[in-house]
């Protein structure tokens, strides 16, 4: 198979499969117009109000946006996916482990997100038409469709966002229109006091990061194939840009109607119909993206694994977890990626810029990357400390994680590094 075909799971990129920096931006804008992005959304204006969830949406944005823009230009200038960068950087075992816990990390997203897109078509599909539609038959015919559309790539994925995101976009614009036409005036919407206030902005911004925290590690899987440095940075605009706007568009709606369920609130709108076709599309987007990445991360775990194979069984994989119930735990799995996920940002920036001096050859991979892994290991560790609150570094414990890998890091690699 040729390595085109293939992906280029284990190899760089070549110039024939260069695209837009704007092809990658639409890309990742189709993962903010998910299921649980605008779950979230929703839960968080209703649990803070609107002036402390805009807070939270831009600090969150913010961070994340920086963090992105560093790891863009890797890919970039690599032209290698994320899975083998962590080969340099943690070295080709230890990298098997890194890769296998984001691969499983992925499946997670995926198995979330269509298992709430089968509970809000089941809940409304009983309620509105007094039809049972089966929840396993619903989980079962989305991972087919965004299984099919995976194993033909990057290129498939793009032609998908490119015609979902417009529909997505122009759609959840006009429910949020609707919502706001009804308001006797804006002042409602920044008046709004929840009826039950569970949730801290720190604990809010918290989630939002978690829930995209992936987006910096991953994002050379799709830098890789943008043609130029200053495109890639441009790419980042679509979760800049797309991530706090699909926030907004399904936080005044929940505010207005009290109703999380995006097709509740479109129930009021005499929009079922069009909801369901909606969030369809959207979790199709989206988790072409996951399961795209997820793949790539098994596929470098044995190299005698095809991409198509592993696009295949990790569908399977994540049904599963669909099926059996996965979404009751996302806020625990997004506190958790919280963790574990920014240092290993941290560590192959450094890795990249100050050692290899931004020259990456396949030949150099070493078996052990003893540093990284002892770095990782630590700052996890002890951010898993902060994250209880025994002891309070940045009180911020996602910020822990990166600035605790970094520094860790270059203790350890001080000799190469300075």
Known sequence: MAEDQNQYTTTKVQPKDFVSGWVVG????????????????????????????????????????????????????????????????????????????????????????????????YDTSISTFDVVVSKELIIIVTSLFITITTVYGLRSIEKLANFSIPILTAFLGYVFYRSVADLESLSQLFDYVPKKNSMTLFEATSILIGAAVLFPVLMADFSRFVKTDKQSLFSVLGLTIGTPLAYMLSAVPSIQTGEVDIIKIMEQYNLVIPAFLLLFIATWSTNAT????????????????????????SSIFGTILALLGFATYLFDFL????????????????????????????????????????????????????????FQLTHAYFIDSFLLGGLIYVLLERKRIF
């Open 26 to 121: 639409f890309i990742i804008a189709s993962t903010g117009l998910s299921v649980s992005t605008l779950f979230l959304g929703s839960e968080i204006a209703l649990n803070l109000g609107l002036n402390q969830a805009l807070i939270a949406f831009g600090i969150s944005t913010f961070v994340l946006t920086i963090m992105c823009m560093a790891t863009t230009l890797i890919g970039n200038r690599s032209r290698l996916s994320t899975y083998m960068i962590l080969h340099f950087s943690f070295g080709e075992y230890g990298a098997k482990i890194v890769n296998f816990i984001f691969g499983v990390t992925l499946i997670g997203w995926f198995a979330v997100a269509i298992e709430l897109l089968a509970i809000a078509i």
């Open 290 to 313: 996951n399961l795209y990445s997820a793949s790539l991360t098994f596929s470098t775990i044995n190299k005698s694994w095809t991409f198509k194979k592993v696009a295949i069984a």
């Open 335 to 390: 506190e958790f990626l919280g963790i574990l996920a920014p240092s290993i940002s941290s560590i192959y920036f450094l890795h990249f810029f100050f050692i290899k001096k931004q020259i990456y050859n396949l030949q150099d991979i070493n078996k052990w990357e003893s540093s990284a892994l002892i770095s990782w290991v630590l700052s996890s560790i002890i951010t898993l400390f902060t994250y209880l609150e025994v």
